[in-house]
């Protein structure tokens, strides 16, 4: 398993934007695909955006898609989460995860994840 430290997030009105950033330790970062999610209140966690290992590819829920960008920088083990275009409907506890080699959008199949990220977008 990584360790994953998150960063960024907090309170911000609807139409701002927000940076999320989760640095990774204890495995060969360039190795492993990173993915997003969040979770609200009564709400199962969804997948929101996802990285291949060399960052060549990447995937979005339709619901951010055009909105969020996930972005990797390899030589800082860093993932980050640009948010633009904020809704209400985005506030979550929002998550990394890494998995080895191959991305995902199933939370599941992630072996490793962030101790999470509150985003609160007010209306």
């Known amino acids: 398993q990584v360790q994953l430290v998150e960063s960024g997030g907090g309170l911000v009105q609807a139409g701002g934007s927000l940076s999320l950033s989760c640095a990774a330790s204890g495995r060969t970062f360039s190795n492993d695909a990173m993915g997003w999610f969040r979770q609200a209140p009564g709400k199962e966690r969804e997948f929101i955006a996802a990285i291949t290992w060399n960052g060549g590819r990447s995937y979005y829920a339709d619901s951010v898609k055009g909105r969020f960008t996930i972005s990797r920088d390899n030589a800082k083990n860093t993932v980050y989460l640009q948010m633009n275009s904020l809704k209400p409907e985005d506030t979550a506890v929002y998550y990394c995860?890494?998995?080895?080699?191959?991305?995902?959008?199933?939370?599941?199949?992630?072996?490793?994840w962030g101790q999470g990220a509150q985003v609160t977008v007010s209306s």
């Open positions: 995860a890494a998995r080895p080699f191959r991305v995902s959008m199933v939370a599941n199949e992630y072996d490793s």
